[in-house]
Every structure is written in structure tokens, then in C-alpha cells.
């Protein structure tokens, strides 16, 4: 390869940080302070609803409370079906499972992951289960694992591990599962 062509794939490969900051200031600040304060990873800008969303400054932004309660709620089915396409159904995977409760609410929360034949970690979260009506013994939250996973290409008998807390709830869940932990 010649030095022209060197250089030109240099220039190809090379950021050119007044290429980035041509956009308004306050714009890429805020930008900044997104990835800086949310703990969002940066491959986030390749998905195109982010594209579009950076896009569109004078959109009203939904709350932080009508994101969840709302938005992602009314594309739940969708969401969730494309979710799961990445990952085989044939293969082990693993689980971390944990329970959350402020003042009025309790869920249950269950994130299983997969290292695909590629070599990829795909990660998926399953819906939070509201156990507020119920108490969180190691039969229930074992009962809850089990009925999170019937819709998802995720079986029982491909378990891993699980990873979880210390508590004697989610311990007790495990040995029902029957489950390293």
C-alpha cells in the first residue's frame, strides 16, 4: 500500500474533532452529560430510534415516569419479541435475579444472558414481576423464574448459573431451581 493510500485510510479512520463539534454546543453538551450521567453504553448512537431521537431537539421529551408506565408499556409485545431474537434456545445461558422495593412497590427483577456461538453477550430483561401481593419466599420467586421464561427461548434445564444476592429468599429460589448459584 503507498503512502497516498495510507494516508487516505488514515483520514477515513481518524476522528476529526471539528467534524464532531460542528453541531450546536448546548446540544453536544447535553450529549456529553447524557452518556456521562446515565452509564449508557456509547454503541447506543449505532440504534436508529437513538439517531432519529438525537434528531428531533424540540420534541417534547416524555417523563421519567411516563417512559416506563407508558411508552414502553403500549410496545411491550413488539419490544420484547425483537428482543429475543438473538438468542438460541438450544444453548446455555445464565440468570441474575434480584428483588427491588421502594415505599410502595416490590418487583422482582430477572436479567438472563447468553454468549452466542460468535462469541457475542447478548443480554436480555425479562419483564419485572410486581410481588407486592405476595410474599417473597424462595418457592414463589422460584415459581416466578419459572413463569417469566415460559414465553422467552430460555429453558430451564439450560441454566448455568445464577447470580444473585445474599439474601435467603433468592438463595432459597435457587435451590429450588435446583441451579448453581
Not at 84 to 100: G, Q
Not at 118 to 132: G, R, W
Amino acid at each position: 500500500m503507498g503512502t497516498k493510500a495510507v494516508d487516505k485510510r488514515l483520514k477515513q479512520v481518524t476522528l476529526d474533532r471539528t467534524e464532531v463539534l460542528k453541531g450546536d454546543p448546548s446540544l453536544l453538551n447535553d450529549l456529553a452529560d447524557f452518556f456521562a450521567l446515565s452509564n449508557v453504553p456509547f454503541n447506543v448512537v449505532k440504534l436508529p430510534c437513538f439517531q432519529r431521537l438525537i434528531r428531533i431537539p424540540k420534541e417534547n421529551i416524555p417523563n421519567r415516569h411516563q417512559i416506563p408506565n407508558i411508552l414502553v408499556k403500549n410496545r411491550a409485545e413488539t419490544l420484547q419479541k425483537n428482543h429475543y431474537d438473538k438468542f438460541s434456545s438450544s444453548m446455555p445461558f445464565a440468570l441474575a435475579i434480584d428483588e427491588y422495593s421502594s415505599n410502595n412497590q416490590r418487583l422482582f427483577c430477572i436479567t438472563a444472558s447468553q454468549l452466542s456461538k460468535k462469541m457475542v453477550l447478548n443480554t436480555a430483561h425479562l419483564p419485572l414481576i410486581d410481588i407486592e401481593s405476595k410474599t417473597a419466599s424462595g418457592e414463589n420467586l422460584a415459581q416466578f423464574v419459572k413463569n417469566a421464561l415460559e414465553d422467552t427461548p430460555f429453558k430451564l434445564e439450560n441454566i448455568a448459573a445464577i447470580t444473585r444476592d445474599g439474601g435467603a429468599n433468592i438463595i432459597a429460589a435457587c435451590r429450588c431451581l435446583e441451579v448453581d448459584s
